[in-house]
């Protein structure tokens, strides 16, 4: 009997010790599990102001000529009132709503209903069914990869218009951008909300689930960690990549259109914005399944912070640059513009070959050569959910062994690029290298507070041989 009893109590001791190391692996993706104040803190503050941040930013253009500062010495000495603003702004429209229907309609046929085709007859395009990474549950989601095709088709059919049909004007988004604003916002906080009910009540995997019991955390970070409708609908594949960066470079071209309209001509700034953010774009879609094993699907939970912030915080504020050319148009000359263009070039090859470094490491297992050699790594462990013990190899050689997180740089020397073809005359395109200074820095911060937990020991072995985050010999 007291063996029995022995037993019982050694295997409820068992049960437990899984459970809490089944927490605390949990717990190294993505979220916290519990709030201190100043995130809290953090998260009101990003929950009532970044809408209004956004409307500033697309505000100051309509009506201050992309002045940041004016606005505000008119409110401060009493030139205008908050109203007077207010009733200037474009309210949402019939119009703009059918356009914006059938625009995230039809981006949702092209992702569900056409399976992709590209990979069929481009060579060395991933595409198709794909497997993402492996889940703190231990699942491993498969994804129906198409962007590619349904940034082509939706390009197409646009210069089809433009150039034959003319059903709308090519100015189209610029001549509605505030009422598609509200929209954008009306669709963001809908999904949001949609994402946090369907993880209380019908969650796609419960084990892929965290509950803080803080509301606001769970509602700007999320609950569920991949929800989806059916098998092929992943909110977050959806909103990452589309409709907001299918429709980046059609903004981008209604800016250069209305250019056109405006003054006749299309500035060489513009030109260089739309080239260098549309190698951006095409980037994202022709990598869209090395995309899948990326910080936003592999450790971020669909929230708020997604799901508003792909549909409005992107689509506006990461096209600043070409919507201050409609409202101040810039003729560089040739030594700025060839500048401009190297730095942008410069920048994506950086990004580009780091991150193809590691995709040819991953790919490989670390049977492959990196600028000619065999490449070095550390190996590391880590436990999933439900206890099962995995393998990962850290690389330390070639860009991997200059910072740990260089692939960064490349993109900041973009960004950079993007507001240098603005000029020097306002701040406001260069809010985008600000933003992402600090995001990118944030990043690297909250990956590895991620990674540290996740690794351990290891990671530490890690930080050892590669001492820079993300500028060699500065940070």
């Given amino acids: 009997m007291a063996a029995h009893e022995a037993r019982k109590l050694a295997e409820e001791r068992k049960h437990q010790n899984m459970q809490n190391d ?10 916290a599990w519990e709030v201190d104040w100043f995130s809290l803190a953090s998260i009101l503050f990003l929950l009532i102001f970044a809408p209004l941040i956004v409307y500033y930013f697309i505000m100051s253009c309509a009506q201050y000529q992309c002045s940041l500062i004016d606005p505000l010495l008119d ?71 198409n962007g590619l095709q349904a940034w082509m088709i939706t390009h197409v059919l646009w210069f089809a218009n433009a150039s034959c049909f003319h059903f709308f004007s090519p100015t189209i988004i610029f001549d509605n951008w505030i009422p598609l604003l509200w929209c954008a916002n009306m669709l963001g906080y809908a999904v949001s909300t949609f994402a946090m009910i369907k993880g209380y009540f019908f969650p796609t995997n419960a084990k892929d689930c965290k509950f803080t019991g803080n509301f606001f955390y769970d509602y700007m970070m999320g609950i569920e960690f991949n929800p989806r409708i059916g098998k092929w609908f992943d909110f977050k594949l959806f909103f990452n990549g589309r409709p907001g960066i299918v429709a980046w470079t059609l903004i981008n071209l209604s800016f250069a259109a209305k250019q056109r309209e405006l003054y006749g001509e299309v500035t060489n700034s513009m030109i260089l914005v739309n080239i260098l953010q549309g190698i951006y774009v095409l980037d994202f879609f022709w990598n869209e399944a090395w995309y899948l094993k990326t910080i936003d699907i592999c450790h971020d939970h669909f929230g708020w912070y997604l799901g508003w912030g792909d ?21 560089l000359c040739t030594a700025h513009a060839v500048g401009v263009l190297m730095l942008g070039l ?3 090859y950086i990004f580009r070959m780091t991150n193809h470094q590691k995709d040819l490491f991953r ?67 260069y809010f985008y290298i600000i933003y992402m200074t600090i995001l990118l820095t944030h990043r690297c911060i909250r990956d590895e507070h991620r990674c540290s937990s996740k690794y351990g020991k290891d990671w530490k072995r890690y930080t050892v041989a590669v001492p820079y985050r993300l500028l060699p010999g500065i940070f």
């Fill in 22 to 31: 089944a927490k605390a692996s949990q717990g190294q993706w993505g979220r």
């Fill in 75 to 145: 409110l401060l000495t009493g030139n205008k009132h908050l109203y007077d603003i207010w009733n200037r702004t474009p309210m949402l429209t019939y119009r703009a709503a059918v356009i914006y229907s059938l625009w995230v309609t039809f981006q949702v046929v092209l992702y569900v209903s056409i399976p992709d085709f590209c990979h069929k007859f481009l060579p060395g395009y991933v595409g198709g069914v794909q497997e993402g990474a492996v889940t703190p549950a231990g699942v491993v989601n498969k994804y129906e990869i």
């Fill in 311 to 331: 549909c409005v915080w992107l689509p506006y504020l990461y096209t600043l640059q070409g919507l201050y050319l409609v409202y101040h148009p810039v003729q």
């Fill in 346 to 348: 410069l920048g994506y």
């Fill in 363 to 429: 790919r490989t297992n670390g049977n492959c050569r990196i600028w000619g050699k065999k490449p070095k790594y550390i190996e590391c462990s880590y436990m999933s959910v439900d206890g099962t013990k995995y393998y990962s190899k850290l690389l330390t050689s070639g860009f991997w062994g200059w910072a740990r997180h260089f692939n960064y740089m490349g993109d900041l020397m973009g960004s950079l690029a993007y507001c240098l073809a603005c000029g020097f005359e306002h701040i406001l395109p």
